[in-house]
T-cell receptor
Framework: DTGVSQNPRHKITKRGQNVTFRCDPISEHNRLYWYRQTLGQGPEFLTY????????KSRLLSDRFSAERPKGSFSTLEIQRTEQGDSAMYLC??????????????FGPGTRLTVT | KQEVTQIPAALSVPEGENLVLNCSFT??????LQWFRQDPGKGLTSLLLIQSSQREQTSGRLNASLDKSSGRSTLYIAASQPGDSATYLCAVSWVGSEKLVFGKGTKLTVNP
């Protein structure tokens, strides 16, 4: 049973560039979540998917951010025209969506983004 | 506004001590509450999940309790070890949304 995986683990980019992160959830988990965490803070919710449908988005998800889960398996999070304030750890989680512990979320190792 | 607060922000204890971490939340209409552990620069490891109908959950040396009416949860760690040193995060989901709202965490240091 492999856990949630995220790639890349680290990304350094210049302000104004676009970046894309990938998340592979635990197999057969139909829920997938994206969070962002800055230093000294708890993670903040960005968006989540049930299968390929994006069901909820945070106000934090500005129009520069877009997330997809095209076939209900892996997901991508794209940030366009990056700003220094986008520097953070981007965390992905998945949950089974069914069963007794249907909404227990399992997190990946995160992608650390540094915008210079 | 639905918020989660964790006290204390940091805690330092000698090895072997029993300790309690506190979590409080606004709005008692929760769906579930999860406790996580986070090591520096790493992702989150789920420790315990308490569903709204439950009062406590136990895993090894860890015991988490939930009191919805007072908006509180505690994480009890028995016989602490240096390997328990990490940041512990409490997160709540409320009825109507699957997102987790996190506290800022308690940074625990267990000294040998």
């Amino acid at each position: 049973d492999t856990g949630v995986s995220q790639n890349p683990r680290h990304k350094i980019t210049k302000r104004g560039q676009n970046v894309t992160f990938r998340c592979d959830p635990i197999s057969e988990h139909n829920r997938l979540y994206w969070y962002r965490q800055t230093l000294g803070q708890g993670p903040e919710f960005l968006t989540y998917f049930q299968n390929e449908a994006q069901l909820e988005k945070s106000r934090l998800l500005s129009d520069r951010f877009s997330a997809e889960r095209p076939k209900g398996s892996f997901s991508t999070l794209e940030i366009q025209r990056t700003e220094q304030g986008d520097s953070a750890m981007y965390l992905c989680a998945s949950s089974p969506g069914q069963g007794a512990r249907s909404y227990e979320q399992y997190f990946g190792p995160g992608t650390r983004l540094t915008v210079t | 506004k639905q918020e989660v607060t964790q006290i204390p922000a940091a805690l330092s204890v000698p090895e072997g001590e029993n300790l309690v971490l506190n979590c409080s939340f606004t709005d008692s209409a929760i769906y579930n509450l999860q406790w996580f552990r986070q090591d520096p620069g790493k992702g989150l490891t789920s420790l315990l999940l308490i569903q709204s109908s439950q009062r406590e959950q136990t895993s090894g040396r860890l015991n988490a309790s939930l009191d919805k009416s007072s908006g509180r949860s505690t994480l009890y760690i028995a016989a602490s070890q240096p390997g328990d040193s990490a940041t512990y995060l409490c997160a709540v989901s409320w009825v109507g949304s699957e997102k987790l709202v996190f506290g800022k965490g308690t940074k625990l240091t267990v000294n040998p």
